[in-house]
């Protein structure tokens, strides 16, 4: 496997890591305090949307783009590294039009929608004039198998008819978002399980649609939205059903396989600027007498940290590989292995930054506890770690039975096939 950065791919790092540095990082302390003050978006977020632009940091995500569309071509290996710078300061994404739930949205659009529905909300998506959501998650039954949504989705004459609740719906609170893709049922008595769903597009002003609470995440509260949102006689047009009835499904594994991925690589990022920081702690602060790398149980978080840092990445790496080459389907274990080890190590490496730093780990004046939060929470976005670890398992049993005696030359006491 050979994951060198192509001279492109090297170029447009250096050209985001000198924006990051001139452009983001000098707005942070900004950012947080204009959060704080109740200001949201933030004053200078669509100044550097439009320098990104300008810039063309732009749409980098989408490795298949139609002519006219703005944005840059890359492949997931890639988009990869950007992602990763990205990922350094939490809000950075939505710079460069590359921030989920936005991103898995316009993945669904550019390869599901008609061109109606590309025109009405793709178009602006791409070009960052508004912002959107993804329902699928809901709070009475176990969203992590897809299977199991219950809201409705029923044919009424000219429109679809929907009813139902979900929760923790990112950006719902956005005052940008201005459209949601739902994930509910239209045929709930299908004996295929896996064609009971559908996606159906409802925009945000919809009557029926309302935004009970925005949900704080580890008490910490993101004024874009976690929200719960309840439907109550949601009418939105026969038109606005994505791809066909009974497509939700498959739909749901095409959008989550590039969104699980995204946030990993950024997850990468964001476990460096931790350990970065736990390095610089390490060198400044003494205790007992010794500056803190030179105790043995931080020297070894430290190393532990990095070990960790890279062996996660060169899985991300493999698996963005393997999407660009056998698409999301392909690489399904790679994806639920990544799901499951990086965000585990972002809270691992992070947690020891903490420790490094003290009480000052634990309060806003680092970005450690923002960081692990994130982290925490991505052990629940796009599958909890159970789900994924599960479906490793099973396609390590079925790949086993697809190879039978495979084990028994290296075996000393005879098998009980054999007795």
């Known amino acids: 496997m ?23 990082t000098p707005r942070i302390r900004q950012h947080h305090e204009e959060l704080k003050a109740g200001i949201f978006p933030v004053t200078f977020m669509e100044d550097l949307k439009a320098l990104a632009k300008e810039e063309g940091l732009w749409n980098l995500f989408l490795p298949h783009l139609a002519d006219g569309e703005s944005g840059t071509r890359l492949t997931n290996l890639e988009y990869a590294p950007l992602a990763e710078i990205m990922g350094r300061v939490l809000w950075a994404s939505e710079v ?7 991103t898995g949205n316009m993945e669904v659009f550019h390869m599901f929608g008609t061109e109606a529905q590309k025109k009405q909300w793709l178009q602006p998506l791409l070009e960052g004039r508004i912002r959107s959501a993804f329902a699928m998650t809901e709070p009475d039954v176990s969203s992590s198998d897809a299977t199991n949504i219950q809201t409705r989705i029923k044919r009424d004459g000219a429109d679809y008819v929907i009813n139902g609740r979900k929760w923790f719906i990112s950006n719902a609170a956005h005052p940008n978002c201005k459209v949601m893709i739902l994930m509910g049922k239209t ?11 559908s996606m159906i597009i409802v925009p945000m002003d919809t ?26 006689d949601v009418r939105v047009p026969v038109e606005n059903i994505l791809a066909g009835e009974g497509d939700g499904f498959m739909m749901a594994q095409a959008r989550l396989g590039p969104g699980r991925i995204h946030h990993c690589m950024r997850s990468i990022g964001q476990s460096e600027l931790a350990l970065d920081l736990m390095v610089e702690r390490a060198q400044e602060r003494k205790a007992f007498g010794k500056y803190l790398h030179q105790h043995g149980t931080v020297s070894e978080s430290i190393a532990r940290s990095r070990m960790e840092i890279d062996q996660a990445r060169l899985l991300v790496l493999k698996t963005a590989q393997m999407i660009d080459k056998v698409g999301a389907k392909g690489a399904r274990k790679e994806i639920s292995m990544i799901k499951a080890v990086v965000p585990l190590m972002q809270t691992t490496i992070t947690d020891r930054a903490m420790q ?11 970005p450690l506890a923002d960081i692990w939060t994130w982290g925490r929470a991505l052990r629940f976005a796009d599958g909890p ?3 994924h670890l599960r479906a490793i398992a099973r396609l390590e049993i079925k790949e086993a039975q697809e190879k039978p005696g495979f084990t028994l030359p290296y075996l000393t006491a005879p098998h009980r096939n054999e007795e």
């Open 2 to 24: 050979d994951f060198d950065h192509s001279p492109k791919t090297q170029a447009l790092c250096r050209r985001l890591l000198d924006f990051m540095d001139t452009h983001i």
């Open 207 to 232: 009557p029926g649609v309302t935004v009970e609470r925005n949900i704080s995440i580890m008490n910490h509260h993101s004024p874009e939205g976690h929200c719960e949102i309840t439907f109550r």
């Open 96 to 102: 460069f039009n590359c921030s989920a739930p936005d």
């Open 385 to 387: 770690d159970e789900v």
């Open 356 to 366: 490094v730093f003290g009480a000052m780990g634990i309060s806003p004046d680092t």
């Open 187 to 197: 045929d709930p008595d299908n004996a295929d399980r896996h064609r009971q769903q």
